[in-house]
């Protein structure tokens, strides 16, 4: 009867928890087809995690009231053997639940990163600043230019140390480490994002990357695709690297040479 007592205790409580906890916008505004996806998933997180955390603090509550040593009483307590069903009930079913979750998270990434005839963009990191080139139109900026409705692939690299691309309202984080022995190769793929909302957003550095982090900022746009190909008209044009001597400016968005300074750049981290 206690053990019925607590469970109906535990769904209580979670469902209370799970109410409020579902309460607050913690992603922020969505404005990506990642973005509902992504937020549903993190509510049914929330929920198992709620019913999680009240099965473990019920019982835990209720055993320290009840258990608890009498004022004086210093005799130990009494031996308790091993209870092999006990056991067997609470390693499977954790490992039910996160693989569920875990099943659940893989379909959800695989869905929204499905690529369909996107429009590459290459973003290069290096301390502390972004740069953005547009292959197909042989194109360089400063900032993220994107035509709304339009399925794009990030070819995400960086020159110098792990950075990380996040666009909070595209619901897109991503590491850019630096393959070892190239000089800028990412071993990860391509970010996948289809921005659902004109505006203009932040791109934010989120891995610590020196002492200039906190500035390692880029204005993303989003704009019709008419504007979009105004301001990319305007940009600058790829520069090719001359044989043997590249310019710093080609390193930058290329990638093709590691930056002369690059080994001054990393042991600066260490
Ligand atoms: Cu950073």
């Avoid at 109906?8 to 469902?15: E, F, R, S």
């Avoid at 590491?175 to 909302?197: F, H, K, N, Y």
């Amino acid at each position: 009867m206690t053990i019925f007592k607590l469970a109906c205790a535990a769904l209580v409580l979670g469902t209370i928890t799970a109410v409020i906890m579902l309460i607050p916008n913690w992603n922020g505004p969505g404005a990506s087809t990642a973005a509902g996806p992504i937020d549903t998933l993190l509510d049914v997180m929330i929920v198992i995690s709620s019913y999680v955390f009240m099965i473990v603090m019920v019982p835990l509550a209720y055993a320290l009231w009840r258990w608890r040593a009498k004022p004086g009483d210093e005799s130990d307590g009494e031996p308790i053997h091993g209870n092999t069903r006990l056991e067997i009930a609470w390693t499977a079913i954790p490992t039910i639940i996160v693989l569920s979750a875990a099943i659940y998270s893989w379909i959800v990434l695989e869905d929204i990163e499905a690529a369909e005839d996107p429009l590459p963009i290459e973003v290069t990191a290096q301390q502390y600043a972004w740069s953005f080139s547009y292959p197909e139109e042989g194109k360089v900026a400063e900032e993220l230019h994107v035509p709304v409705g339009q399925q794009i692939a990030l070819e995400l690299r960086t020159l110098d140390v792990i950075h990380s691309f996040w666009v909070p309202e595209w619901r897109i984080k991503r590491d850019l480490v630096r393959q070892a022995g190239t000089p800028s190769a990412d071993i990860d793929d391509d970010v996948v994002v289809t921005p659902t909302e004109e505006g203009t957003f932040t791109l934010v550095c989120t891995e610590l990357c020196g002492y200039g982090h906190a500035t390692m900022r880029a204005n993303v746009v989003v704009e019709s695709e008419e504007d979009y190909e105004a301001w990319l008209a305007e940009q600058e044009d790829i520069e090719e690297p001359t044989e043997g001597a590249a310019s710093a400016g080609a390193d930058a968005t290329s990638g093709e040479e590691p930056p002369a300074d690059l080994g001054a750049l990393e042991s600066e981290e260490q």
